[in-house]
């Protein structure tokens, strides 16, 4: 709960946001924050997260409460604190006066909500406890793992078509989110020198962002083994001839994100062939931020991240061929396996909860195919949404020993050249980039990302 | 998972550890590890720590295993990782690979476990996900928040004399929590001085912890509103006329807890009127440990704090009477309104997901009294035990403003000699403190706590 955050300016960007709903259904939405989830016992909790859908009409991150969404009203169900509560928890708002910061037009307890049920949709909760009463106070099973239908469906589709624009109030949190990741990301690099382990860069990127009263809007990675994607140890040292991953972003206290990654190397000087491999990943990152203008489709972005990462290892004599036809055979899959990004906002893949409803335009469906298949996001972008830039270069042991890949690709992958780029495990340059009526704003341009600024930062005299 | 940690001393630690076990219970006991709660969505989880009693028996924090203990031997259900998880996981250590890091007897997938349920006990999981599965599995509710029954609450009382005195193992593990966690207050001292906010110091501090590649092993308290028992907000800023109360302790990858207090001024120089208290608290804490010895009953120790504290009270004027009178009528606890500490091990209450069920002796229950109900350990102690001493001293506005209290207490509180301690909100000062058989060791005795110390350490000139 953040009291110190409250305006009217928060009661107001409510307000149109839930006008806006308004339009768009005509039934009411009940909408849940969640509980907290237990660690290792009751009292021993996760630092609570409510859900992104509640923040976004309620925008405040409070436990065990529900709004309710009819015709442009809003009613806050929350339990004041228990007697008693004031000696653990201090004087902590009340009901009454949350209502007042968020502009609520009624609020009521808890137990009071059942009464005000009939014929509203919902969106299932992440947490059990929470999903549990949804289904038990809606009479139907409300499962986060299930897609939503009917009213439900309507109510989720409606949300996303909100919440893929951003809003004034939305974008200057997601500012600040993007500002204090920047500056988390200087420390990483300021720190690598120094650093004996990854866990080292580690704490001097996220004391960044808990000294602003931040959250890690995902777990970090921060490694030198960029090609394990999805990397969450933090025990290997540091030895000079590596490259350190960091992929981290900072969350603000009412819950908008960033997301991150930079790459470079733990002595402060790329070898020939790490800078080489990672002038083609910039290219990649900087020709598609330039082709960010409204109406173009984001798969036509990922695609163009293929292709220049084809060029660019045809260039250094690891692939023979054209580009686009090696595209087209998902040779560019074997270097570059996922998505060149996503959708941010309250959830680092914003909307994810829903699966691809928010992430993929009606109609389209994912690919099958290895280099398409794990793109997040295909939709015709549009001025408000924020999306993540973010191609790679890895070596992922798991596709490059496959011998049914090496023999598929045999020729067109030249492997003795390959192999003289054995210092290159994985490089990301990740950044989060607005659609603008102009074109495109990138929130965190402030984070350089060339080569030689890399290196200075490292170096210090940057 | 911590493959670099794994040795044969890790398997024959679990290998006495169910020895021991063994000969305390005639019937087979599955502990399942839990599996990692999602944030807001399913992909975004918060950070996997496995059960605590699956710990003790398995050594290492695996998500959605169980183990089987049936006379001294181990079994491990996992299934390995699925196909293709490599390209995101890297390569992860399969369930053969672990059984012989942990020293299992046999090792089979998780489809299997219901062919090994017959006659089992079990301790309920945290995250519903599990408890639902152990609840289906054995067919009969296992639910947290119930108190264990049968041979469910056979095992409970089995684990808890086995959990309740530390091997050397668990011994080395809570050492380097404790060391780690001096450094990371270490840390806050030093940081003080430039910090501009509660949030800042945080940083400083839980840097420490995630640079040693641990983790907090509860939400830190941080704060220069002492008064708020249970604050987890960092937002104030810091004035030269504070104190900082920082309750912060690291865990080992295993899960081990430390859990440490600190109270200092964030200008570096005490009041004379926050110097005064504090030493009253320091001297309830000193004494306390001074009397801890196998065999003390630790109600005991925590009147003998109330004792001090009251007695140090009566000495500045602030209450007036005799110190065993007015502990008698619960006078200490309208500024000292918690217990003097719990066990510590796994859980940093340690074993607190079993109720009262560890922390207090068979045939002892809950006092009612305003002075005792929040004790949390009645028991007398025994070489190996692991507990806090935590006293302190907070003018919390709930329980002083209240009429009824004060005019109860209104012939032993002299209101306007407290009034002239407005300036101390909140004090504790904790340590972490091993029973051994000669007396005890203070497994934090490495930072200070000292009034002159802790000036001395946010000066920088300790």
Redesign the interface.
């Given at each position: 709960m953040?009291i110190?955050d409250t305006s009217n300016s928060l009661a107001h960007t409510l307000h149109l946001r839930r006008q806006s709903l308004a339009k768009l259904i005509d039934f009411p939405a009940i909408l849940w924050s969640g509980s907290p989830?237990?660690?290792?016992?009751?009292?021993?909790?996760?630092?609570f997260?409510a859900?992104?859908h509640f923040i976004y009409f309620a925008g405040l991150s409070l436990p065990n409460a529900a709004i309710r969404l009819a015709a442009g009203e809003l009613e806050l169900f929350m339990d004041d604190p228990k007697s008693?509560s004031?000696?653990?928890?201090?004087?902590t708002p009340g009901r009454e006066q949350i209502a007042v910061t968020i502009g609520a037009d009624r609020a009521y307890p808890m137990s009071e909500l059942e009464l005000y049920l009939e014929g509203a949709a919902t969106i299932p909760v992440?947490?059990?406890?929470t999903w549990?009463q949804q289904s038990q106070l809606l009479d139907r099973w409300i499962l986060?793992?299930q897609p939503p239908q009917g009213i439900d469906l309507q109510l989720a589709e409606a949300i996303i078509q909100l919440r893929l624009v951003h809003d004034e109030a939305a974008l200057s949190e997601l500012r600040k989110a993007a500002a204090v990741t920047v500056a988390a990301h200087k420390a990483g690099m300021s720190a690598v020198l120094k650093a004996k382990?990854e866990?080292?860069v580690?704490?001097?990127m996220?004391?960044?962002?808990?000294?602003?009263?931040m959250t890690c809007s995902?777990?970090s990675i921060v490694t030198i083994?960029g090609?394990?994607?999805?990397?969450?140890h933090?025990?290997h040292p540091l030895r000079s001839g590596d490259l350190l991953l960091a992929d981290v972003g900072a969350e603000t206290q009412t819950?908008w994100a960033a997301d991150v990654t930079r790459t470079y190397p733990v002595s402060g000087k790329f070898s020939s062939t790490q800078c080489d491999i990672y002038d083609v990943v910039l290219a990649a990152h900087d020709a598609c931020i330039d082709k960010i203008v409204p109406g173009v489709e984001y798969e036509d972005i990922h695609l163009l991240a293929c292709t220049t990462i084809a060029e660019g290892l045809i260039d250094l004599g690891i692939l023979q061929g054209k580009a686009e036809e090696l595209v087209a055979r998902d040779v560019h899959a074997l270097f570059f396996?996922h998505g060149v990004g996503h959708l941010l906002g309250?959830?680092?893949?914003d909307m994810?909860?829903l699966g691809d409803l928010a992430g993929y335009e009606e109609g389209k469906q994912r690919s099958s195919r290895f280099g398409l298949g794990y793109l997040r996001l295909n939709r015709p972008l549009r001025p408000g949404m924020l999306v993540t830039i973010e191609p790679g270069f890895y070596q992922?042991?798991?596709?490059l020993n496959n011998e049914q890949v090496r023999s598929e690709y045999q020729d067109v992958v030249n492997w003795e050249r390959l192999s003289q780029f054995a210092d290159v495990r994985g490089i990301r340059i990740e950044d989060d980039v607005l659609v603008t009526t102009q074109g495109h704003e990138v929130l965190t341009a402030a984070l350089p990302n060339t080569a030689d600024s890399v290196e200075g930062l490292v170096m210090g005299n940057w």
């Open positions: 953040l110190q989830s237990p660690r290792n016992f009751a009292a021993n909790t996760f630092p997260r859900s992104s008693g004031a000696l653990w928890y201090g004087e992440q947490d059990a406890a549990t986060p793992q382990t866990a080292e580690r704490g001097a996220e004391q960044v962002i808990i000294a602003h009263n995902y777990n083994r090609e394990v994607l999805h990397n969450e933090y025990h819950g396996p309250l959830d680092v893949h994810e909860d992922v042991p798991f596709i």
